[in-house]
């Protein structure tokens, strides 16, 4: 949210009606940035999440396990399928 007011209620008011980020004009290009990327970083992470359990998966997964092959972290993976009706 960009707004021309810096008050706290103001704030409050934007975050309770679900603003990600709260910036007071006029605003630096150097302190919006980092804003901006913890917004889309957030978005990512939350398209990348499983609809049903909400867990991270897929994209998420690959990108922690490609971290943790370069910065040479051990690790292991499982995977577990359950058929329909059947545990």
Do not use: H
Not at 40 to 55: K, Q, V
Not at 60 to 70: G, K, M, S
């Amino acid at each position: 949210m960009l707004d021309r007011v810096d008050q706290t209620k103001d704030k409050v008011t934007g975050f309770k009606l679900g603003a990600d980020e709260y910036m007071s004009k006029p605003f630096d290009a150097g302190t919006c940035w980092p804003g901006v990327e913890r917004v889309i970083r957030r978005s990512r992470e939350g398209m990348a999440a499983n609809p049903l359990t909400g867990l991270p998966g897929g994209v998420a997964l690959v990108e922690e396990i490609r971290r943790r092959v370069a910065d040479k972290i051990p690790f292991s993976v499982a995977r577990v399928a359950v058929a329909a009706g059947r545990i």
